[in-house]
């Protein structure tokens, strides 16, 4: 069952997975540039993970390639014993969303404490 909430905050989680992929090296420059200015358009939860839609401003320089996806921090959540895994797409030049899916097959409503690693 797919559940869709409005635009909000970025949560802990969400904005830890974020700065991690900015962080890495390997992150092209402009999609660091504009994970600096992104916000949330909505979230939706699949019982499976997270799809978090992504905006950037119009006037913040897009990315070359248009498109990718590139990976995430892994998650170890004590609510998800399998953890979970974290994709960034980028579509059209811009920051589109961030997926977070856990490697089992359920996803908590609320999440305590996580770490992160690669």
């Known amino acids: 069952m797919l559940k869709v909430e409005s635009a909000s ?3 802990a989680l969400e904005r830890a997975i974020l700065e991690g992929i900015a962080a890495n ?9 504009q994970l600096r200015v992104v916000t949330v358009v909505d979230r939706q939860h699949s019982g499976g ?5 992504l905006a950037v401003p119009a006037d913040v320089p897009r990315s070359h390639p248009q498109n990718m996806e590139i990976s995430g ?5 004590p609510e998800v014993p399998e953890g979970a ?11 589109s969303f961030l997926e ?6 359920s ?11 690669m």
């Open 100 to 105: 977070i899916a856990s490697v089992g097959d």
């Open 25 to 33: 090296h390997d992150t092209p420059p402009l999609v660091k540039d």
């Open 85 to 95: 895994v974290t994709v960034l797409f980028v579509r059209d030049g811009a920051v």
């Open 9 to 11: 905050e970025m949560n």
């Open 49 to 53: 993970g997270t799809f978090l839609n």
């Open 73 to 77: 921090p892994l998650v170890t959540i």
């Open 107 to 117: 996803w908590p409503e609320t999440i305590s404490e996580f770490t992160l690693g």
